[in-house]
């Protein structure tokens, strides 16, 4: 079992910046990947950034220049660094963790952003 412990949401302004952390309670070591979904109302929850054990990274189209995903291994923290924000990412965000074969989800953060 992985619990996952995410902070970092809240209201912004557009082209504003938030930062979104989610620490794991097991060792970023042995997961295959860390990364983070989020999901408005209606729809369906969508990959934003993920960065696999050996640091690869890949990003949704609509987030490419402006969110960064890293970690802290000494923490076991994954961070979304996420500037020039826009309206359109207003949505809970939820961390998202693979542990041999199977998915974990945190609670979600809301993020908001302002016009």
Known sequence: QVQLRESGGGL???GGSLRLSCASS???????????YRQTPGKEREL???IFSG????????VKGRF??????GRNTVHLQ???L???DTAVYYCNVQWRSRDYWGQGTQVTVSS
Do not use: C, F
Request: aromatic residues 8%; glycine residues 6%.
């Open 12 to 14: 912004v302004q557009a």
């Open 48 to 50: 934003v950034a993920r």
């Open 68 to 73: 960064t995903i890293s970690r802290n291994y």
């Open 82 to 84: 996420m500037d020039s």
């Open 26 to 36: 097991l060792s970023m070591l042995r997961l295959t990947h860390m990364g983070w």
């Open 55 to 62: 640091g690869d990274t890949n990003y949704t189209d609509s």
């Open 86 to 88: 826009k309206p359109e």
